[in-house]
């Protein structure tokens, strides 16, 4: 009876779950992840503070309209202006008082404007009963009316003259909705092409410390190629997705903070949570087909100064994809689009922007399927393509002297394994 021998070969999913394992920690727990996390937190620090900065600095710079007049009538046109909000909105600023007047006093308004700041730019004087307004002539004549209405309202003449204005408001033409949509397929693009760029670039450069380590020649031993080509693409799109959690939370944390001044995006055709999802989605399939292609350039260079070379064809290939998708957003249901869907590194891209204008989700379903497949082509030939190019490189060696070499490598326990894989292979 013969006792079947254990291989000691992990199969194709869990040989590149263990590289993926080992590529995730190594990275996760590195000290450069986290001042690579800390890179794109800078400009989103910088933008909010810019924005609430700014928000401040268009308040203050608002135009005042000062008050001068006995503390009666300033303070029943102060809270006159106040009941009228609403009504008013910002055709009239608040009212600033000046000064409270004695009754008798006379008051220059004109040399108040002079020598106070520069953004006081008329000044009301007078009494509710005959106000005058001081300032430049389109200041004056622009809030005239509105004085005359808060002027009205603080003797209570006016406060049952106004009518209530009843509103019926017409939901926006098919036009005008498709037109807010493709601002939203615009912004969905734009941010998946900018966190595609900044963080599959890291894959170009991924295999070149290990192959000049000797380390790559080790796990080629013990476990397919194909399983370290996948393992690599799947550790280095897990610590993308961390990185892209930390942003958005600080992305999150300060939009918050500046509250509504944030722009508001029109709902996509299939509604935000699943817009939401499917983004995520491209995201990683954009990153997979790109991070396939990538991997495979970069495991033919040696030196780090290739993979910088390497980098600019890279970042133009990019562009022209993404510039190629979004010159399809515009032409929706045209061959364009559907070319732009077709090739899969435009396919995220396109199909993004049709989640945002187009409510089905079966063809997204269809595409999704179609780039998991462009995937696996990829990471086949990128890997096929290593092992004929890099791995098999130089004089043949037989699988003895090989084994012997790789034996004494100065990583024992490695090695030995890589040897006993070895030993296993067919010949």
């Known amino acids: 009876m013969s006792i079947p021998q254990h291989t000691g070969r992990l199969s194709m999913l869990q ?10 920690t190594a ?11 800390l890179g794109p937190l800078f400009p989103l620090l910088v933008g909010g503070l810019a924005g609430g900065i700014g928000k401040q600095v268009h308040e203050s710079s608002r135009p005042v309209l000062g008050i001068a007049m006995t503390a009666a009538g300033a303070d029943a046109m102060v809270k006159a202006r106040a009941q009228l909000g609403d009504r008013i909105g910002d055709t009239l600023p608040d009212l600033l008082v000046l000064r409270r007047l004695k009754p008798g006093e006379s008051f220059d308004a004109a040399a108040e404007m002079r020598r106070n700041q520069a953004n006081l730019a008329a000044v009301l004087s007078g009494s509710p009963a005959q106000p005058k307004l001081t300032g430049s002539p389109e200041r004056i004549a622009e809030w005239r009316g509105p004085i005359s209405l808060v002027a009205a309202q603080a003797q209570g003449k006016g406060a049952t003259d106004y009518p209530e204005v009843a509103l019926s408001a017409l939901a926006g033409s098919n036009a005008d909705q498709n037109s807010d949509r493709v601002g939203t397929a615009q912004v969905g693009q734009t941010l998946l092409f900018l966190l595609t760029m900044l963080l599959a670039g890291m894959v170009l450069s991924n295999l070149v410390e290990e192959k000049g380590n000797k380390i790559i020649e ?17 550790a280095m799109l897990a610590v993308s997705l961390v990185g892209i959690t930390v942003w958005a939370s600080a992305g999150g944390v300060i939009a918050l903070a500046l509250g509504k001044s944030m722009p508001v995006l029109t709902a996509p055709a299939v509604g935000w949570p699943a817009f939401v999802a499917l983004g995520i989605v491209y995201f990683a399939m954009g990153y997979l087909l790109l991070g396939s292609l ?9 030196t780090v100064r290739e993979v910088q070379t390497l980098s600019m064809p890279v970042t133009m290939m990019q562009l022209v994809v993404f510039f190629f998708a979004s010159y399809a957003m515009a032409k929706p249901g045209s061959l364009v689009e559907l070319a732009a869907i077709a090739v899969p590194f435009s396919s995220p891209f396109a199909m993004l922007a049709r989640a945002a204008q187009d409510p089905r989700l079966w063809i ?22 290593f092992k004929r190019r890099v791995m098999q490189s130089g004089p043949a060696r037989g699988k003895r002297s090989w084994t012997r070499r790789v ?12 040897a006993e894989a070895a030993g296993n292979l067919p010949v």
């Open 27 to 37: 990275i996760l727990f590195s000290r450069s992840f986290f001042f690579f996390l």
């Open 218 to 234: 080790i796990l080629a031993a013990a476990i397919p190629m194909d399983a370290v080509f996948l393992g690599k693409l799947f």
């Open 407 to 418: 034996v004494e490598s100065p990583i024992p326990e490695l090695a030995s394994n890589a």
């Open 15 to 24: 040989a590149a779950f263990v590289v993926a394992r080992r590529d995730f």
């Open 294 to 302: 990538f991997l495979a350039i970069g495991s033919m260079a040696t």
């Open 364 to 385: 997204h379903f269809a595409a999704i399927v179609w780039q998991g497949l462009c995937v696996a082509l990829f990471v086949r030939a990128g890997a096929s393509l």
